[in-house]
């Protein structure tokens, strides 16, 4: 049994994606992080409809998600790979659909860890924007935050006062509050009035070794191929794709985009083989926050073909840290420019990594203590 009696830990994040390996990908990170502390962890397997829409009862709830799995093929054969991937790397608890299922849980755990991702970002929560503050979670449960991010560089519903002030009394509650962001550090301090501490994505705290793992794990090998370029761009235009050819032209002899419309369906790859695209390539171009991290923990050269819409400030903040910043190209007509096809010096970057690894999992430590 632990210090203060945490012994069993929940975490709360956006595991549930069928679409994002972001998001999967940093559960399973955080999940072997606390295990790999000595605790028994569970992920919260709550599951909201959408981010906008009200929650309906636990029954009705139930009812919905049983008939779109039916009869929507919800679990298709193109995203199936991603409730593999759970099923495999975490250990979760009964499925949640309700507000009311939320804190009927909340006594099971001794400490609850909300993050990482962008569980604090009020467009992507919408009405289960206070779930993602704890507020479901009883006194007697630790309330943590590890890496939760705002998403912007701002709090965005800073005009609307009533929603302001109940969150800013449930961050009070917070035993400890770590947020993804440097502005993220800000917002708490300026909007919130509560201290928050600078961490790591969880990807990044774990080891090279537990990636390995998964891409050891999938079903299909993929040879290495240092004269390929791989992509996985969110919001592809003419202009990114007429760069993409002028890059591809000379210097490689394979394209490859890790995310790409199929026809009528979106087709993904396992997670692990999606992993090893990533770790075989030559050159990865992104304008995916996760996908950066996994371009720097397999050493590769990269370039963050930014959104500005979509917000900068994840990606400056990571990559401004590791000395990494001159990779951010925000006008895709400049992608083919060759200060952005430099190589970059790994050894610098792995040793500042190695430094803030140190520091987020002192937080963990002290958080769980």
């Known amino acids: 049994m632990k210090k203060n009696n945490v012994n069993k830990v929940g975490l709360l994040n956006f595991h549930y994606s069928d679409n994002n390996y972001g998001a999967v990908l940093q559960a399973a990170a955080l999940f072997r992080v606390v295990k790999n502390l000595g605790y028994d962890v569970e992920q919260i397997d709550f599951i909201p409809h959408t981010y906008n829409e009200t929650f309906l009862s636990s029954s009705k709830r139930k009812i919905k998600y049983l008939i779109e ?29 309700s507000k009311e299922e939320l804190e009927g849980i909340g006594h099971e755990y001794d400490a609850i860890i ?16 206070y ?28 005009n609307d006062s009533s929603a302001t002030s109940n969150i800013s009394g449930l961050l009070s509650k917070f035993d400890h509050v770590s947020v993804r962001e440097s502005t993220g550090v800000k917002v708490c ?4 009035n509560v201290d928050a501490e600078h961490v790591l994505d969880p990807t990044l705290l774990v080891s090279k070794d537990f990636f390995n793992e998964i891409i050891d794990g999938n079903s299909n090998d993929v040879a290495e191929d240092l004269n390929s370029l791989v992509y996985y761009k969110l919001d592809k235009s003419p202009v990114f ?8 032209k000379e210097k490689f002899n394979k394209v490859e985009n890790l995310f790409y419309d199929g026809g009528v369906q979106l087709k993904y790859n396992e997670v692990g083989v999606w992993l090893s ?15 950066v991290c996994f ?47 430099l190589e970059i010096d790994y050894e610098a970057v792995k040793n500042k990594v190695s430094l803030l690894r140190i520091g987020s999992l002192e937080f963990m430590k002290n958080a769980l203590k």
């Not at 009869?71 to 659909?97: G, T």
């Not at 695209?277 to 996908?291: E, M, Y």
């Not at 840290?321 to 190209?329: E, N, S, T, Y």
Request: with cysteine.
């Open 131 to 158: 779930v993602y503050f704890l507020d479901f979670v009883p006194k007697s449960c630790k309330k943590v935050s590890y890496a939760a991010s705002f998403g912007l560089d701002d709090w965005m519903l800073k």
């Open 277 to 291: 695209k990533i770790k075989n390539s030559k050159l990865v171009i992104t304008d995916s926050f996760h996908c």
């Open 241 to 248: 794709e007429e760069q993409l050819k002028l890059i591809s």
């Open 295 to 341: 371009s720097i923990i397999f050493e590769k050269n990269f370039i963050c073909s930014a959104n500005s819409s979509r917000g900068l400030t994840r990606l400056e903040s990571l990559l401004g840290a590791l000395g990494l910043q001159d990779r951010i190209c925000i006008d895709d007509s400049q992608l083919s420019n060759e200060k952005y096809l």
């Open 69 to 97: 799995s039916l009869f929507k093929n919800k679990l298709s054969i193109d995203d199936k790979c991603f409730e593999q991937f759970r099923h495999e790397f975490l250990k979760r608890s009964v499925k949640i659909f």
């Open 189 to 192: 301090k300026d909007i919130f």
């Open 114 to 129: 909300v993050g990482s991702d962008q569980v604090w970002r009020a467009d992507y929560t919408g009405r289960a924007k």
